[in-house]
């Protein structure tokens, strides 16, 4: 009988035998290799186990499991129920109970109980695998062989103004101010410490008309891309002036030595100069432009 999706049950633990609970996973099991990507991602080498194997075997079923892991079908059931809580396992019926003779009662008894193999969601496929750095690095490399400054200013502008698709829905805020927060608050989901001052609090000053709203970050969201070049210091301040909605500069970089990367935000006329909050020296903030070419 073909599979029939089910919602995410727990599975039921039968007794053991000895009335004491079987071991639980130690290790990586008989037959199944761990992946340094399963351990870089933190979860523990018994999940990572359990999961590349459905990740191989299609849809298992608890006994096969425990006899390809070495571990008790209590512990492999208590394992399932977990991740299945966690969305990151389903279940399929393989067999429906079979059904007996009407009892007495004109109820019905099952002589079987329901076969279930179990799969990975697309939450559970997600996880191992994670390769993007390299192939990030790889990628980049390319942008920057690009020989034409005009195509290569186009790729830019449009990696941030991708890197700015993925938070536009999220920001809020009327002006500069509060939507540079609103950025903050999302960068800081993201495990990147920044924080937002108004100018005269963050020893930086503008020229001209307006105020201006500086974010501070303190870790580099691309340190591995950023040494190589400037070009991902580019694309993040197209990024953040794409969220904005105002004119963004780039008025300090760790790259020059500074222990973190300032940008400003604010009008035009506002951002065109700032002062370098080390050496209080005015730098013409057209030095970015050697980021984007």
Same mark, same amino acid.
């Given at each position: 009988?073909?599979?029939?999706s089910?919602?995410s049950?727990?599975?039921?633990?039968?007794? *053991?035998?000895?009335?004491?609970p079987?071991?639980v996973?130690q290790?990586?099991?008989a037959g199944? *290799?761990?992946?340094?990507?399963?351990?870089e991602n933190?979860?523990? *080498?018994s999940?990572?186990a359990?999961?590349?194997?459905?990740r191989?075997?299609?849809t298992?079923?608890?006994?096969?499991?425990s006899?390809?892991l070495?571990?008790?079908?209590?512990?492999?059931?208590?394992?399932?129920e977990?991740?299945m809580?966690?969305?990151?396992?389903?279940?399929d019926?393989?067999?429906?109970?079979?059904a007996g003779?009407?009892?007495p009662?004109?109820?019905?008894?099952?002589r079987g109980?329901?076969?279930?193999?179990?799969?990975l969601?697309d939450k559970g496929r997600?996880?191992?695998g994670?390769?993007?750095?390299?192939?990030?690095?790889?990628?980049?490399?390319?942008i920057?062989?690009v020989?034409s400054d005009e195509?290569?200013?186009?790729?830019?502008?449009?990696i941030?103004?991708?890197?700015a698709?993925?938070?536009?829905?999220q920001?809020?805020?009327d002006?500069?101010?509060?939507r540079?927060?609103?950025?903050?608050?999302?960068l800081?989901q993201?495990q990147?410490?920044?924080?937002?001052?108004?100018?005269n609090?963050?020893?930086?000053?503008g020229?001209?008309?307006?105020?201006l709203?500086?974010?501070? *970050?303190?870790?580099?969201?691309y340190?591995?891309?950023a040494?190589q070049?400037?070009g991902?210091c580019a694309?993040?301040?197209?990024?953040?002036q794409d969220?904005?909605?105002?004119?963004v500069?780039l008025?300090?970089?760790r790259l020059?030595?500074?222990?973190s990367?300032r940008?400003v935000?604010g009008?035009r006329?506002?951002?065109?100069?700032?002062?370098h909050p080390?050496t209080q020296? &005015?730098?013409?903030t057209?030095?970015?432009? &050697?980021s984007?070419?």
């Open positions: 009988m073909s599979p029939q089910q919602p049950a727990s599975p039921s633990p039968p007794a *053991s035998h000895s009335g004491a079987g071991p996973f290790g990586e099991g199944v *290799s761990l992946p340094p990507s399963a351990r933190g979860r523990r *080498s999940d990572a359990l999961i590349e194997m459905l191989m075997e299609g298992p079923g608890v006994e096969e499991i006899e390809a070495g571990v008790t079908a209590t512990a492999v059931r208590q394992r399932l977990r991740l809580r966690e969305g990151i396992v389903g279940r019926v393989l067999r429906p109970a079979t003779n009407a009892s009662h004109g109820q019905t008894r099952s109980r329901p076969s279930y193999g179990y799969r969601t997600r996880l191992g994670d390769n993007f750095r390299d192939l990030a690095l790889v990628l980049w490399k390319e920057r062989g020989e195509v290569r200013r186009g790729l830019l502008s449009r941030g103004g991708a890197m698709g993925m938070y536009r829905e920001i809020r805020g002006g500069v101010a509060e540079l927060e609103s950025v903050a608050h999302l800081r993201r990147i410490a920044c924080t937002v001052e108004p100018c609090e963050a020893g930086i000053e020229t001209g008309t307006g105020g709203s500086i974010l501070t *970050s303190h870790v580099c969201p340190p591995q891309l040494d070049d400037r991902i694309a993040e301040r197209l990024m953040l969220l904005v909605g105002a004119p500069r008025a300090s970089c020059d030595g500074d222990h990367c940008f935000a009008h006329e506002s951002a065109e100069a700032v002062v080390s020296k &005015v730098t013409d057209r030095r970015n432009g &050697v984007e070419h």
